[in-house]
C-alpha cells in the first residue's frame, strides 16, 4: 500500500475568478509523485502559495477546452522551461489542446528544455486506460457537458506485500520465495517446498480509488465508472433552486452530485465548481447533506486523505 494518496485543492470556482475563489485545478499525491487535474488561470500562483514541490509533477490530465480548467497550463509549461526542466512531462488532454500548446510556443519562438508527451484523451472510447504507472492507474470516462469531457480515475495498484516476521524468523526461506511472496506470488521450492502468500504475508489492505468528474450535466451512466471509489469529485455549480440553469448550461447541482455519490456507494463526496452567484457556500453543502451525508465542500488549500 502506498504511504500517500491525497488531494489538494488549488481551485474551486467556476468561469469566473471571484470571491477568493480560484479556477479549477487539484493536485494528486500517490506515493512520490505528483499529478496535476486541470490547469485553470492561476494555477501556477496556487502551486507556489501552498508549496506545491512543481518539480515533481510528472502527468497532467485536462478535461476539457473550457477556459477555466485549462488557461494556466501554457504558462506552467513555459516556466518549467524558463528553470530547465529536464524531466518529460506527460500530458492528457483533448483533441486540439496539442495544437494550441503548438501554436502558442511556435510564436513564441520556445524551445522546451524538457520532452513533452501528449496523448489524446477521447470519450467516445467509452472507460479507457491512458497510463499504467508502477504504483497507480489513470483511466478517462466520458462526462456530458457541451463540448467532449472526460473524467478521470486514479487508481492504486497493489506494492509489495509485506512478510510475517514471525515466520521468517522461525523459518528460513529461500531467497527466491522471498522475492515471490512480496509479488503476491506462491512459490514452490526445488525441494517440492509449498510457500503460500496467505500463509507467509500480511492481507493487502483495500486499494483506493479518486474520481474526478469537472464538468458535467446530471448523468447517471457514469455510475458504472465511479463505483466504490474512497473519494468522488464531482462538479455542484448550482444549488436546486438554480436547477434549470444547470440543465441549460450542462452543469450539475450539489443535491444531483450527491444522488450520483449515493448510487455509486462512493465513501465521500468533493464538492466543487461553484458558481460565482453564491457567496456563502455552506446551504449548498446541506442541500448535498440530504442526500449523502459524507459530503464536503472543497476548500482551497486544503489537502483531503483517501
Do not use: W
Amino acid at each position: 500500500m502506498i504511504k500517500d494518496f491525497e488531494v489538494t485543492i488549488l481551485g474551486n470556482t467556476s468561469s469566473i475568478p471571484v470571491h477568493g475563489r480560484n479556477h479549477t485545478s487539484q493536485v494528486v499525491q500517490i506515493g512520490r509523485e505528483l499529478i496535476l487535474l486541470d490547469c485553470g488561470e492561476g494555477t501556477q500562483l496556487q502551486l507556489r502559495r501552498y508549496k506545491v514541490k512543481t518539480s515533481k509533477i510528472s502527468h497532467i490530465f485536462i478535461s476539457h477546452l473550457h477556459g477555466d480548467h485549462y488557461l494556466g497550463l501554457i504558462g506552467l509549461l513555459s516556466s518549467y522551461n524558463l528553470s530547465k526542466r529536464l524531466d518529460p512531462i506527460f500530458l492528457f488532454g483533448p483533441k486540439g489542446l496539442d495544437e494550441i500548446i503548438t501554436t502558442h510556443f511556435r510564436y513564441s519562438n520556445t524551445q522546451l528544455s524538457y520532452p513533452l508527451h501528449f496523448k489524446e484523451t477521447n470519450p467516445d472510447k467509452g472507460f479507457s486506460l491512458l497510463t499504467d504507472q508502477a504504483n497507480y492507474q489513470v483511466y478517462s470516462f466520458p462526462l456530458k457537458h457541451r463540448l467532449p469531457t472526460t473524467g478521470f480515475l486514479i487508481r492504486e495498484k497493489a506494492g509489495f506485500r509485506n512478510l510475517i516476521k514471525e515466520k521468517l524468523q522461525k523459518e528460513h526461506l529461500p531467497l527466491e520465495a522471498i522475492h515471490s511472496l512480496r509479488k503476491g506470488l506462491d512459490y514452490i521450492g526445488s525441494d517440492g517446498a509449498f510457500y503460500s502468500v496467505r500463509e507467509y504475508c500480511y492481507p493487502l489492505a483495500p486499494l483506493r480509488s479518486y474520481a474526478f468528474c469537472s464538468d458535467t450535466i446530471y448523468n447517471p451512466d457514469i455510475i458504472e465508472f465511479i463505483k466504490g471509489v474512497n473519494l468522488l469529485y464531482h462538479e455542484s455549480t448550482f444549488m436546486e433552486s438554480d436547477a434549470a440553469r444547470a440543465e441549460k448550461t450542462f452543469h450539475s447541482t450539489a443535491k444531483q452530485a450527491a444522488e450520483i455519490a449515493k448510487a455509486a456507494q462512493v465513501k465521500q463526496l468533493l464538492l466543487g465548481h461553484f458558481s460565482s452567484r453564491y457567496v456563502d457556500l455552506e446551504p449548498m453543502l446541506e442541500e448535498a447533506k440530504t442526500v449523502f451525508e459524507n459530503s464536503v465542500l472543497s476548500l482551497e488549500g486544503q489537502t483531503y486523505t483517501l
